[in-house]
């Protein structure tokens, strides 16, 4: 819940540039690791001797979910929000169709994170392997907009040269949270023999 949060807002503030805002998200991020770390003391003083193998697993798979979740937070904080600062910093503007790309990468990105808050609490093995089908279609999209940008440097259209790098990036990142997003479906795809060890 908090990391999606931090997320709805991303977007707007490659808009409009708000500093109260990006501190605002980066002290969600610090609740976000405070989290992990007493999801991580909690699980430890579990009675792991007690426990059965399934828990056991169970109680695995919450934790890494728990660690992609922080890792999530520090991508969004550490990445795009500096991303969306150099935008506004050097009065950058992204083509139209550059940033119509790039909201629909992200609104991608918070209806799966939504899927994935869904298939954390059932174990809906129908929504595990709907988040590893979208994560295929997510890196189609990224290498998609990067592909159409370069066709847009080519065509000479003047905001891609200047934001290249930060459009390049941000599609980058995006399908990058989205990985860390779906790690929820792969302990329910391999216990139901749907995905491969490696």
């Excluded at 697993?57 to 890494?64: F, I, K, P, S, T």
Aim: net charge negative; proline share 3%.
């Amino acid at each position: 819940d908090v990391f999606s949060e931090m997320l709805a807002p991303t977007m707007t503030l490659y808009q409009s540039y708000d500093r109260d805002q990006a501190r605002a998200l980066t002290a969600e991020d610090d609740i976000l690791n405070k989290a992990l770390h007493d999801i991580r003391l909690f699980a430890a003083e579990l009675p792991h001797h007690a426990m059965q193998k399934s828990e056991k697993r169970e109680l695995r798979a919450l934790v890494d979910y728990a660690i992609a979740i922080e890792a999530e937070g520090d991508l969004l904080v550490k990445r795009l929000l500096p991303l969306a600062e150099e935008k506004s910093v050097n009065g950058l503007s992204f083509s139209k169709a550059g940033f119509a790309e790039l909201s629909g990468l992200h609104k991608r990105l918070c209806q799966n994170l939504q899927t994935a808050s869904s298939v954390l609490v059932s174990n809906d093995l129908i929504g595990a392997r709907q988040l590893l089908e979208e994560k295929t279609e997510m890196a189609r999209l990224e290498r998609k907009t990067r592909k159409e940008h370069l066709k847009r440097l080519s065509a000479g259209v003047p905001e891609s040269f200047a934001s290249s790098d930060v459009h390049i990036e941000t599609a980058y990142t995006l399908k990058e949270i989205h990985s860390w997003i779906v790690t929820v479906a792969h302990p329910i795809l391999l216990r139901e023999g749907q995905l491969l060890d490696s």
